[in-house]
């Protein structure tokens, strides 16, 4: 599936020094991610973004399609980046690696300035073909093969010889990375007040189980006890077994590891066995459907800003997802405002973008994001030529708790989490 869209102009802290719990820095309103001031000065000549996304597939993200869309009409409609309209060439994985290897080699063959990944199915198998191609490559992931990461609960940074690798040059990980997205799951739970976690992983992907030994390890470190993971089919229509084993070994958290097909089943099944404890959901699981079954206790952590608080940066980020037509859905998703993030940095990165911007132009202003919060959307976040790898892991996160219908963030507002290792 191809989606174009040519938007014409309207007229145009060291995470090492977090404590626990970080306060998002004050903001002073909108203006401080708007790449451009509005004007009415001739467009100059367009830039590219391209993208794989799992549009379709069991672990799909069928809106982040028109996300991506949505930010570049709003950012077109401020003048684009520094005058530049933004056009987009997104492709469907359909979560096939196969596929996106071939799309991968067709987007990079027209000259991006950008190119958007978010796709968990495919993200692993195309990392080598993205590494140090001299295109900017940001987004939404976990794969440490290409965002890189930390592993808190052997402290163990990335590296050649380490068990994850470290996010190559030309790489720029914005949201919670390897071995974070497993402490959020656990720190969820701590939250909420469970003691005994459990968790079930897809069967089809083998992303889904990747970190277990991360979690029961975490889980450990916290002093909670892991009962072990179960592998369950995304398409099983029936999960009772496994719900009754859960009960029976008195689970309080289980932590679901896969898309929104698995969580929809997985939950109505162990509710109808009489299951009471809390439900974990981070990052991409949080979405859809689960966020609204009747009674549910969800805990866990966001790899993107909530998108539930007042902030006016958050009202502006939905107040664009609606103008563009993103559903509710779509909106309510940390990926979603992950994304959201990851997009506005290039534009603020780019701000004194050149006349003709090819990607050396884009990649050489990602060198010079310092500190950046984006208003407080954002942990602080610095990139440099030559850093070290490790320096860019993202070990930060948005704890949330949905109870009664209602989600909020224990911490309160922009508030946001790091793991107390880094």
Request: glycine fraction near 10%; charge should be negative.
């Amino acid at each position: 599936m191809l989606i174009t869209a040519a938007m014409v102009l309207a007229a145009c802290s060291d995470d090492k020094k977090s404590s626990n719990t970080t306060a998002a820095p004050e903001t002073t309103g909108a203006a401080e991610t708007t790449a451009a001031p509005e004007t009415t000065l001739p467009p100059k000549s367009p830039i590219l973004i391209v993208g794989t996304i799992d549009l379709t597939g069991l672990n799909n993200r069928a809106e982040a399609g028109k996300v991506i869309e949505a930010w570049a009409a709003f950012i077109n409609a401020k003048g684009g980046v520094n005058g530049h309209p933004v056009e987009l060439d997104l492709r469907d994985t359909k979560g096939d690696p196969a596929v996106a290897a071939s799309q991968t080699t067709e987007l990079l063959a027209k000259n991006p300035v950008l190119f958007i990944m978010d796709s968990a199915s495919t993200e692993s198998s195309q990392a080598e073909s993205l590494a140090d191609i001299g295109v900017p490559v940001m987004g939404v992931g976990y794969a440490p093969q290409l965002w890189g990461g930390y592993l808190s609960s052997f402290k163990m940074e990335c590296g050649p010889t380490a068990p994850i690798t470290c996010a190559p040059a030309n790489v720029f990980p914005i949201s919670t990375t390897s071995g974070a997205v497993v402490d959020e799951q656990l720190y969820g739970a701590k939250l909420a007040g469970s003691t005994k976690v459990a968790v079930a992983a897809c069967a089809e992907i083998e992303a889904c189980g990747r970190s277990v030994p991360l979690f029961e390890a975490k889980a450990k470190e916290l002093g909670l006890t892991a009962l072990g993971t179960v592998k369950v089919s995304s398409t099983a229509t029936d999960y009772s077994a496994e719900c009754i084993k859960w009960i029976n070994d008195g689970a309080d958290f289980i932590q679901i590891s896969g898309g929104a097909s698995l969580a929809a089943g997985l939950t109505a099944s162990c509710n109808d066995q009489g299951y009471k404890g809390v439900w974990g959901a981070s990052a991409g699981s949080v979405q859809g459907k689960l966020l609204l079954t009747p009674g549910i206790i969800l805990a866990g952590g966001l790899n993107g800003f909530p998108w539930f608080v007042d902030d006016p940066l958050v009202v502006e980020y939905r107040d664009a997802m609606k103008a563009g037509g993103v559903s509710d859905d779509g909106i309510n998703d940390p990926a979603a405002t992950a994304l959201w993030s990851v997009l506005q940095l290039f534009a603020k990165a780019n701000a004194s973008l050149v006349d003709e911007p090819t990607a050396a132009d884009t990649l050489k202003n990602m060198y010079t994001v310092k500190d950046e919060t984006l208003g407080g959307l954002i942990a602080p976040v610095t990139f440099y030529e030559g850093q070290p790898g490790p320096e860019k892991a993202r070990n930060c996160f948005w704890p949330y708790i949905l109870k009664d219908g209602v989600m909020t963030n224990p911490l309160g507002g922009l508030k946001y989490q790091c793991s107390p290792e880094v």
